[in-house]
């Protein structure tokens, strides 16, 4: 219940904040599914780590950089309901799953984002590297700790039992997020740059 109290401000908000004429002016919204379709793929990718916890690459981050904080909330809440009814889990854990994995690591891709833009000259190797596969990892991280929290604070694991089958193998999943968004950045700004709203070529390659 305090996750759902927390989260239907957020979907407000980025109900209200998306850039809905932009998405129809480019007609892009069978993109945005089909990139929301990748992020469920990367999903059903699950590796168990311990009993009822199992890993997989996150992939908001490719989404966020795509199309913003708002559309990337809303396509990840959406791709967290989809895998629910899909695996027949019930429906009341839905708000505290999008809290951990869609609204923490789209609010901190995008927080690395304005931190990039403000503080690192603007180039494309600084937006690849740190916008998509350091920023990875650390939403990796960030996701793994939190969901480590969760348990904890539910009293469904203890902190020994978290550190030594769960936690201990956090560094190992900190690559694999990293390199598969910095690839799909990678690729989608080299063949369709228009597709990744964050990013711009007369800010990142003009006179470059």
């Known amino acids: 219940m305090f996750s759902a109290v927390l989260l239907i401000p957020l979907v407000i908000l980025a109900l209200r904040w998306a850039n809905w004429s932009r998405m129809r002016e480019q007609r892009l919204i069978n993109v945005f599914l089909f990139s929301v379709l990748v992020v469920l793929l990367f999903w059903s990718l699950r590796i168990p780590v311990m009993e009822g916890v199992s890993w997989h690459v996150s992939g908001i981050t490719f989404l966020t950089l795509m199309w913003g904080w708002s559309f990337a909330l809303l396509g990840g809440s959406l791709a967290v309901l989809v895998q629910t009814l899909a695996l027949q889990e019930p429906l009341i854990n839905v708000p505290s799953m999008i809290l951990l994995h869609v609204v923490l690591p789209t609010t901190l891709t995008q927080v690395v984002l ?95």
């Open 114 to 208: 304005g931190l990039t833009r403000a503080y690192l000259p603007k180039h494309f190797f600084i937006y690849t590297f740190v916008n998509a596969f350091f920023c990875g990892a650390l939403v990796a991280l960030a996701v793994a700790v939190g969901g480590a929290l969760n348990l904890f604070l539910s009293d469904m694991a203890s902190w020994k039992m978290l550190s030594e089958q769960y936690l201990i193998y956090v560094p190992l999943m900190l690559f694999p997020e990293a390199f598969y968004n910095g690839i799909v950045m990678t690729v989608l700004i080299s063949l369709r740059p228009q597709w990744v709203w964050s990013f711009k070529d007369e800010e990142y390659l003009q006179g470059r």
